[in-house]
């Protein structure tokens, strides 16, 4: 129902055979980019995903190797014959230095709509259907991670429905949670319908250390994808210095933070080889993944 897709897995430059880190999430044939370095739109084509679908791009933070791909990529969108706007979500600060960088690109036949969420306290916002929340992270510059849920409606019982004379082209209305009428009686939707069902929900979360928010805004992630730019525990005072995490700390958020699912990305171009370090995260959080250009999973509901 929601498939995910890893774009791009590296940090700071992008290696053969390894883009700089993006991700999509497509919904319904609609879909979501996170972040674009350079190159992203060569993993996009390569990844056979259609760009004219594209109707958000969330950025993570304004560093080149997560934005610098975008001008060329709006071109290219731009040539698809895209007349929709398309809307760019930033954290504080980014619309300026977005602005700046998008100049080169002159002409565009469709409106790009910029917005920022703040970079103190999380933000809420709807795209494609999606409700998603932003989470401040700490890094060199503003920086966001992004919650993703959808929202399931629950389940229709046709026999409840059946049983209280509901003609047939009423079911809907009150799927949609809204009461109507039936031989003067109010039917409400708690009476045809079965209990809540848990969202579908994924988290993307880079270039960071590891602050409580995190944990708080992740929990109960059907997959959560996060940075590990360093494999080893001996790496940490370097991960402590360059505000990013290593794949240990990673993992301890995705345990704490109860997720189904772990995916590493954002990897340092030092490491050749970014599966060779999985066992310092299996251990604190077995389901995990390093991941890899072009993984993909799609999520469906539980229930
Ligand atoms: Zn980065
Ligand atoms: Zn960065």
Known sequence: MIEVTLTGTSGMIPLPGRFLSSCVIDYNGRKILID???????????????????????????????????????????????????????????????????????????????????????????????????????????????????????????????????????????????????????????????????????????????????KKIVSGSDLFICEGMYGEDSQLENAAEKLHMTYSEAARIASEANVKELWLTHFSPSMSNPSEFIGYAKTIFPNTYVGRDHMSKTLKPEN
């Not at 002159?106 to 920022?116: K, T």
């Not at 999606?130 to 966001?144: E, F, R, Y």
């Open 36 to 214: 674009c370095g350079e190159g992203t739109q060569v993993s996009l084509h390569k990844g056979k995903i259609s760009i004219s679908k594209i109707d958000a791009i969330l950025i993570t933070h304004c560093h080149a190797d997560h934005v610098t791909g975008l001008p060329g990529l709006l071109l290219t969108i731009g040539n698809s014959g895209r007349t929709e706007p398309l809307h760019i979500i930033g954290p504080r600060g980014s619309t300026r230095i977005l602005n700046t960088l998008l100049v080169v690109c002159g002409y565009l036949p469709y409106e790009v709509i910029m917005s920022e969420v703040h970079d103190s306290k999380v933000s809420t916002f709807e795209e494609i259907g999606l409700n998603i929340t932003s989470i401040p992270l700490k890094h060199h510059m503003n920086c966001v991670g992004y919650s993703m849920e959808l929202s399931l409606k629950p389940h229709f019982n046709p026999d409840k429905a059946k049983n209280l004379n509901v003609p047939l082209n009423l079911w809907r209305t009150l799927h949609d949670g809204k009461s109507v009428e039936v031989e003067n009686d109010v039917i409400t939707p708690d009476m045809v319908l079965e209990g809540a069902r848990k969202p579908i929900k994924i988290s993307y979360v880079t270039d960071t250390r590891p602050v409580p928010l995190i």
